[in-house]
C-alpha cells in the first residue's frame, strides 16, 4: 500500500458525459502527479500540482482538468468523454521538490461506452 | 522530452541477467525506475540523483552516467516475480517525471 488513496475504481460511463477522479496524496506529501495510461501503453504525464498551484502540465486535452484543494487532495475532471479517453488514470504524490520519491495510487478505470 | 527505453522487450530464463538502458536529450537531475504488472500501479524500485546518491530496494541496482544522460538498471538472477515492464522516469529542471515507453520482461521458468 503506497499511502495514496484514489476513487472510484471503477467507472463505466457513456460518450459526452463528464467524470470526476478523485486523489488523496500520501500523509505529508505536497506534491500530486495525475498520468493517463491507455490499453498496453505507457505512463502518459497529464498534470502536476504543488500545494494547491500547478506546476507542470503535459499532454492533456482542454476537456479536462484539475486541481487541488487546501486539504491536498487533487481533484481530476474529464468532461465530453470520447471512446478513446477509456484508460487507467493514475495519482502519484510525493514530498516537494526534486529527486524525491513517487508512490502511486491503484489508479482509477474509466471505461467510456 | 520522453526518455528512451531499450531494449523494448526482453525474455529471460530464470535465473539470468538483464540490463534495461534509458536515455535523454536533456540535462536530468534524476532517473526514477519502476515495475508494473499488468493492471497494477507502478511500483517503485530505484531512484538516482544528479551527484550520485541513489536510493530503492536493496536487491535492486542501477547506474545514473551524468555526462551521458544515461541510467541502466541491472537484474541479476532473475526470479519470476521480476516479470513485468520496467519504466524508467526523468526529471530534469522541473518536478514533472516523464516516463518512457517502458521495457516488457518476461522471466519463464
Known amino acids: 500500500d503506497s499511502g495514496v488513496t484514489q476513487t472510484p475504481k471503477h467507472l463505466i460511463t457513456a460518450t459526452g458525459q463528464r467524470v470526476t477522479l478523485r486523489c488523496s496524496p500520501r500523509s505529508g506529501d505536497l506534491s500530486v502527479y495525475w498520468y493517463q495510461q491507455s490499453l498496453d501503453q505507457g505512463l502518459q504525464f497529464l498534470i502536476q500540482y504543488y500545494n494547491g498551484e500547478e506546476r507542470a502540465k503535459g499532454n492533456i486535452l482542454e476537456r479536462f482538468s484539475a486541481q487541488q484543494f487546501p486539504d491536498l487532495h487533487s481533484e481530476l475532471n474529464l468532461s465530453s468523454l470520447e471512446l478513446g479517453d477509456s484508460a487507467l488514470y493514475f495519482c502519484?504524490?510525493?514530498?516537494?521538490?526534486?529527486?524525491?520519491?513517487?508512490?502511486f495510487g491503484e489508479g482509477s478505470w474509466l471505461t467510456v461506452v | 522530452q520522453q526518455p528512451v527505453q531499450s531494449p523494448q522487450a526482453v525474455i529471460l530464463r530464470e535465473g539470468e541477467d538483464a540490463v534495461i538502458n534509458c536515455s535523454s536529450s536533456k540535462a536530468l537531475y534524476s532517473v526514477h525506475w519502476y515495475r508494473q504488472k499488468h493492471g497494477e500501479a507502478p511500483v517503485f524500485l530505484m531512484i538516482l540523483l544528479k551527484g550520485g546518491e541513489q536510493k530503492g530496494h536493496e536487491k535492486i541496482s542501477a547506474s545514473f552516467n551524468e555526462k551521458k544522460q544515461q541510467s541502466s538498471l541491472y537484474l541479476t538472477a532473475s526470479q519470476l516475480s521480476y516479470s513485468g515492464t520496467y519504466f524508467c522516469g526523468s526529471q530534469g529542471g522541473s518536478e514533472k517525471l516523464v516516463f518512457g515507453k517502458g521495457t516488457k520482461l518476461t522471466v519463464n521458468p
Open positions: 502519484a504524490s510525493s514530498a516537494s521538490g526534486r529527486g524525491n520519491t513517487i508512490y
